[in-house]
Nanobody, 121 residues
Framework: HVQLVESGGGSVQAGGSPRLSCGAA????????MAWFRQVPGKEREGVAS???????RHADSMKGRFTISKDDAKNTLYLQMNSLKPENTAMYYC????????????????WGQGTQVTVS
């Protein structure tokens, strides 16, 4: 079982550039596809970006240019750098992992963290 723990959320001023982190209890980053999703109340969870075991990234069109996914296999940590945040970026952000699939759909991922809230004002 893969355990994922997000951190780095909180209250951010518009224009801020926080970085979210996701740690795993075991070494998954070199073998799994990892991703970030976001969800606002009343809406479906949507994919932000994914990164496969070789480090190839994929970003949702709406996130390109301001959000960047990366990972550090040695530190077992996934990152999401968010730049120039706007109030509409307020959401719960989730880390996800899967051994077989690597996309931007919720159904592509078997393992999920509890999420970290980012509130932009």
């Amino acid at each position: 079982h893969v355990q994922l723990v997000e951190s780095g959320g909180g209250s951010v001023q518009a224009g801020g550039s926080p970085r979210l982190s996701c740690g795993a209890a075991e070494n998954v980053y070199s073998n799994y596809c990892m991703a970030w999703f976001r969800q606002v109340p009343g809406k479906e969870r949507e994919g932000v970006a994914s990164i496969d075991s070789d480090g190839v990234t994929r970003h949702a069109d709406s996130m390109k240019g301001r959000f960047t996914i990366s990972k550090d296999d040695a530190k077992n940590t996934l990152y999401l750098q968010m730049n120039s945040l706007k109030p509409e970026n307020t959401a719960m952000y989730y880390c996800a992992a899967d051994f077989f699939l690597c996309g931007l759909r919720m159904t592509d991922f078997a393992y999920w963290g509890q999420g970290t809230q980012v509130t932009v004002s």
